[in-house]
């Protein structure tokens, strides 16, 4: 019998997992709470896939908040966040006003986003239509 090596190392990707959180799990929720929420489940070794995108104060108070762990928390090396759109850039003037009103009255949920811890996010490239996550 023939065993078969794993390029990928164990060690690295034991104990992660994704989340897929729906954007109704955070609709209601406050900046604070949203941002408490995810890094509880970033903390917990969680790459966390969002649907729909974080309002850009949000973001500023994840990147904040995650500066701020990183000195107090030994083994938390920081978050690796990236969103994506669905539509990309190709599109029309009067499309975009639609989707900007659509997404005021449901959210913008055409847009993924993911937030994943650095010690196991080892790097995320984004070109306009996709994403790799690289563990």
Same mark, same amino acid.
Not at 84 to 97: L, R
């Given at each position: 019998?023939?065993?078969?090596? $794993?390029?990928?190392?164990?060690?690295?990707?034991?104990?992660? $997992?994704?989340? +897929?959180?729906?954007? $109704?799990?955070? !609709?209601? &929720?406050?900046?604070?709470? !949203?941002?408490?929420?995810? &890094?509880?489940?970033?903390?917990?070794?969680?790459?966390?896939? &969002?649907?729909? !995108?974080?309002?850009?104060?949000?973001?500023?108070?994840?990147?904040?908040?995650?500066?701020?762990?990183? *000195?107090? +928390? !030994?083994?938390?090396?920081?978050?690796?966040?990236?969103?994506? *759109?669905?539509?990309?850039? *190709?599109?029309?003037?009067?499309?975009?006003?639609?989707?900007?009103?659509?997404?005021?009255?449901?959210?913008?949920?055409?847009?993924?986003?993911? +937030?994943?811890?650095?010690?196991?996010?080892?790097?995320?490239?984004? *070109?306009?239509?996709? &994403?790799?996550?690289?563990?």
């Amino acid at each position: 019998m023939v065993v078969k090596k $794993s390029r990928f190392k164990a060690n690295r990707l034991k104990g992660m $997992s994704l989340h +897929i959180m729906p954007f $109704s799990e955070v !609709r209601g &929720l406050t900046i604070t709470e !949203r941002v408490k929420k995810i &890094l509880n489940l970033v903390l917990g070794n969680k790459v966390v896939i &969002l649907q729909g !995108r974080l309002r850009p104060e949000e973001e500023i108070r994840l990147i904040e908040d995650t500066m701020a762990m990183v *000195d107090h +928390i !030994r083994s938390f090396k920081g978050i690796e966040l990236a969103v994506i *759109d669905s539509y990309g850039n *190709d599109v029309s003037f009067f499309f975009k006003i639609r989707k900007g009103i659509a997404d005021k009255l449901a959210g913008n949920q055409s847009t993924l986003t993911v +937030i994943g811890p650095a010690s196991v996010v080892k790097e995320i490239k984004r *070109d306009p239509r996709k &994403l790799e996550v690289f563990f």
